[in-house]
């Protein structure tokens, strides 16, 4: 008698729980895509570009000039999407700074990167059209080719009729090879769209696939978790943000652009929006991008460098006044960077990596892994942003600030104004990749950048701005400002990327022309 009801309220309460997941899933008229997120390494970090500011020649309305172009290599977040009946699986990037659909073709043969992702087979699609026009597509590494077709798109559990989009059949080689997603889903407005085709979200909205004229989206800040964030479209889920949202209009169509005001950092304003400033909300990127006179007074205040000043100024703290004691004492200059094991020398058995040395045999180095333990081994633990420019740049700092040292001895200068001048000339060295680096150990003590919107605060803690990258043995930590310089009278201008909007949820209200801006929930 017992085991029976038992069983009958396990499968009582079996049924109940499948109802109110079919009610959440379905009766709240939402349609949700989980998002992924790939990690970044420094090399996409290096090579990521937002650039260019001029007028796309391939866009109809000459009033929607394109304002700058960015190359996905550091994209992280991509979710999928189906093409086609039956349906073809893609992962895409849902980019709110573009307004096509895009998928590498099958007839997409001669670029390497299409042979490393999904491509799309019109002829094992029943509901396919050909439409055929070309086009072409610009991006800040290049520019991709292909041609409209026409076909369904599954979103979730909807199927969005015949939607146009562009199949690729020749694509940049970097950027698209090393990414886990196969293109892009626009969405952007119609007036930045190629060809002014209809964007995929016009459409699930001409469609009435959505009970609201609006989607939200949620990228979620716990590294540790498997899911990378939520996208909704019809709706907002309430749990993905604290608070209730502060609306701004959109300003100008294409993109999805607002004002903003004053940016301050540590609550000290940074003057230039004071008066309003553009930006553009988008999720195709990672970095925040403005004012190259606002992004400098930040990285200042925060104490970004360039790589090579920062990995310069990071020999100058360890080993400055060791070299500085050797040279008093009469040491061989030639020698001391060896000495310390910065430097290697033909038939030595100190080898470099990084900011230390193995005492092994140069035939045991070439076959081992720095990062794996158990080896014989005297090195030093490097600060956090430690061998990101590898082991010849670190020799080569060594020289040149024995050098620079050596000379202010002969002008017979006192020890604090050596190392302040020394400091100086590594601050002076160029900055090759254009990005700005922190040492991740002083992250806690960073000071807020605060966003001005809708005469509300919008703040971002140093968590929220840094991007920190695994890199071999070290986390390298690169601040997620960037310059851009957009003249008036569409500048200045911000793009506000992943690290604005992880922190904030956010609702695009298509139906209303407006900007939701939310606490996001962790």
Known sequence: MGIKFLLTAISIWIWITSWIQLLTASSDGLVRISLKKQPLDLKRINAARITGVGLESNVNDQEADIIYLKNYLDTQYYGQIGIGSPSQSFSVVFDTGSSNL?????????????????????????????????????????????????????????????????????????????????????????????????????????????????????????????????????????RHFRGDHTYVPVTKGGYWQIEVGDILVENNSTGLCKNGCAAILDSGTPLIAGPTEIVAQINRAIGAEGIVSLECKNVVFKYGYSLWDSLISAVRPEILCVDIGLCSYNGSQHVRVGFGYFELVQEEALNLNPCSGGLKTVVENETRVGSAMGETAVCTFC???????????????????????????????????????????????????????????????PEQYILKVEEGCSTVCVSGFVPLDVPPPRGPLWVLGDRFLSAYHTVFDFGNLRVGFAKAAK
Not at 105 to 111: A, F, G, L, T
Not at 207 to 212: A, K
Request: proline fraction near 4%; charge should be neutral; aromatic fraction near 12%.
């Open 399 to 461: 020289e040149m600030i024995v050098f620079w040292i050596q000379v202010q001895l002969k002008q017979q200068k006192i020890k604090e104004k050596v190392f302040k001048h020394v400091n100086q000339l590594c601050e002076n060295l160029p900055n090759p990749v254009g990005k700005s680096f922190v040492n991740c150990d002083y992250i806690d003590i960073l000071p807020d950048v605060t966003f001005t919107i809708g005469n509300k605060s919008f703040p971002l803690t």
């Open 102 to 238: 895009w998928v590498p073709s099958s007839k997409c043969v001669v670029s390497i990167p299409c042979h490393f992702h999904s491509k799309f087979r019109a002829r094992l699609s029943s509901t396919y059209t050909k439409i055929g026009i070309p086009c072409k597509i610009n991006y800040g590494s290049g520019s991709i080719f292909g041609f409209f077709s026409l076909d369904h798109v599954k979103v979730g559990d909807i199927a969005v009729k015949d939607q146009e989009f562009i199949e690729i059949t020749r694509e940049g080689f970097l950027p698209f090879l090393v990414a886990k997603y196969d293109g892009i889903l626009g969405l952007g407005f119609q007036e930045i769209s190629v060809e002014q085709a209809t964007p995929l979200w016009s459409n699930m909205v001409q469609q009435g696939h959505v009970s609201q004229k609006l989607f939200s989206l949620w990228l979620n800040g716990d590294l540790t978790s498997e899911l990378g964030g939520e996208i909704v479209f019809g709706g907002l889920d309430w």
